[in-house]
C-alpha cells in the first residue's frame, strides 16, 4: 500500500472563535439584555399612561424571563388597546427569546408600522433576522436604527458582528472602532474587534484586545478563550493553557475550554490530559461532535484506529456534513487495511470540501485518494 499522507487531519484540531457575547450568544444569538430593559421601562411608562394594567404585568413577566405567560399578558394588553408600540416590540422579544424569530419580526413590523421613527425597534428586528440567518436585512436594520439613534455602541457591535458573519472583518473592525469611541469601557466591543483582527490574521492586534476585555472585565469567560485559541494558532500552547485554566475556573461547566486545551495538551504530548479533557468536554456536552472528533485523533496517534473510528463514528451521527470528520474516519480505516471504506469517506469528504469552496482541502483528500489507489 502506498504511504498516505494525513495533511488535513490538522484542521480537526483548528478552534474556532467564541461570540464575545452573554451565554445566548454561544447558541448564535445577539443578546437583547440592553434593548430589552430600555424598551421594558418605556413600555411600563405607557402602560401606566394607558391604565394597562396587562402591559405591566407582561414586562414584568419578561424582566423575569416568563416569557410564554408575557406573551399572554401582552395579547390582552393590545385587545384593549392595539396601538401600543412597546407592547409589540417587548412581546417580540419574548418571541425571540423563545426561539420564534420570524412571529418576533411580525412583531416588530407592527411597532415599526405605527412608529416608524424608533430605532429600538429596527435593532429588535434586526437581530431576529440575524438569528434567521437574513445577514443582509439585519444589517439594513441597523444601519436604520445607526440613522435614528447614532450614539448607540450596541447597534455598531451588532452591525460589526453580522458583518464579520458575512466575510467582512475589515467592515466589521470598523463598526467596532465607533463602537470603542462611543463606549470605551465596554469589553465586548474588544473582544469582537479582537475576533476579527483574529480573522484578519492579525494575531498581535487580537491578543492586544482580548487583554483589554480582561482588563475591563477580569471574569470575561469569553475573552479568555479567545485569547487562548490565538495563542494555540500561534503556536504558544502553554499560555494557551493557562487562558484555557481560567475559562474553566470561570465556568467549570462550559465544555469548550476543556477541548481546546485538550487540544493544546495534545500538541504538547501529553496525551493522558488531553484525553481526560476531550472526555470531560464530551461529559459537559454529549452532542459535541469536535470532541468525539479530537478525542478520535488523539486516538488515531496513540494507534487505537478502532477506537479512533468509533469517536468519528459519533461525530458524523451528531454532524453528518462535518467533512474533516469523514476524512479522518478514512485515515483511520486506510490504517486497517480498509481500502474500499477509506476511499469511500475520502470521497464523502471531498463532496463536502467542494461544498465549502475548501479548494485546499478538497485537492489533498484527492490526492490521498490517488495515493490509496
Not at 388597546?81 to 417580540?92: F, M, Q
Not at 464523502?348 to 490521498?368: G, P, W
Amino acid at each position: 500500500m502506498n504511504k498516505i499522507t494525513f495533511t488535513i487531519a490538522a484542521l480537526i484540531i483548528s478552534q474556532s472563535l467564541l461570540s464575545c457575547k452573554d451565554p445566548a450568544a454561544l447558541r448564535g444569538s445577539i443578546q437583547l439584555t440592553t434593548i430589552m430593559i430600555r424598551s421594558i421601562s418605556i413600555s411600563r411608562g405607557i402602560a401606566k399612561l394607558n391604565n394597562n394594567e396587562k402591559a405591566i404585568a407582561g414586562d414584568e413577566k419578561l424582566a423575569l424571563n416568563d416569557y410564554k405567560n408575557a406573551i399572554v399578558d401582552y395579547d390582552e394588553a393590545l385587545k384593549i388597546n392595539a396601538k401600543l408600540t412597546d407592547v409589540y416590540n417587548n412581546r417580540g422579544i419574548a418571541k425571540s427569546r423563545l426561539g420564534d424569530y420570524k412571529a418576533a419580526i411580525d412583531d416588530y413590523n407592527l411597532a415599526i408600522n405605527i412608529k416608524p421613527k424608533d430605532g429600538d425597534y429596527y435593532h429588535n428586528r434586526g437581530i431576529a433576522k440575524y438569528n434567521l440567518n437574513d445577514d443582509r436585512g439585519a444589517i439594513a436594520d441597523f444601519d436604520k436604527t445607526i440613522e435614528l439613534n447614532p450614539k448607540s455602541g450596541e447597534v455598531y457591535r451588532d452591525r460589526g458582528d453580522t458583518k464579520s458573519r458575512l466575510g467582512d472583518d475589515k467592515g466589521a473592525i470598523v463598526d467596532y472602532d465607533k463602537a470603542i469611541s462611543i463606549d470605551s469601557k465596554n469589553a465586548d466591543y474588544y473582544c469582537g474587534r479582537g475576533n476579527s483582527k483574529s480573522k484578519l490574521s492579525d494575531n498581535v492586534g487580537a491578543i492586544v484586545d482580548y487583554d483589554k476585555a480582561i482588563q475591563i472585565d477580569p471574569k470575561f469567560t469569553n475573552a479568555y478563550i479567545n485569547r487562548g485559541t490565538v495563542k494555540y494558532d500561534l503556536k504558544d500552547d502553554r499560555g494557551a493553557i493557562l487562558d484555557y485554566n481560567i475559562a474553566i475556573e470561570l465556568e467549570p461547566n462550559n465544555a469548550e475550554p476543556y477541548l481546546n486545551r485538550g487540544n493544546s495538551k495534545s500538541r504538547l504530548d501529553d496525551n493522558k490530559g488531553a484525553i481526560a479533557d476531550f472526555d470531560k468536554a464530551i461529559e459537559l456536552n454529549p452532542k459535541y461532535a469536535n470532541a468525539y472528533n479530537s478525542r478520535g485523533a488523539e486516538k488515531f496517534d496513540l494507534e487505537d484506529y478502532r477506537g479512533a473510528i468509533s469517536d468519528y463514528d459519533r461525530a458524523i451521527n451528531i454532524e453528518s456534513r462535518g467533512a474533516n470528520y469523514y476524512f479522518n474516519r478514512g485515515n483511520a480505516k486506510s490504517k486497517l487495511d480498509d481500502k474500499k471504506g477509506a476511499i469511500s469517506d475520502w470521497k464523502r469528504a471531498a463532496a463536502l470540501y467542494q461544498d465549502l469552496k475548501n479548494i485546499d482541502s478538497y485537492q489533498q483528500v484527492m490526492q490521498s485518494i490517488k495515493e490509496l489507489k
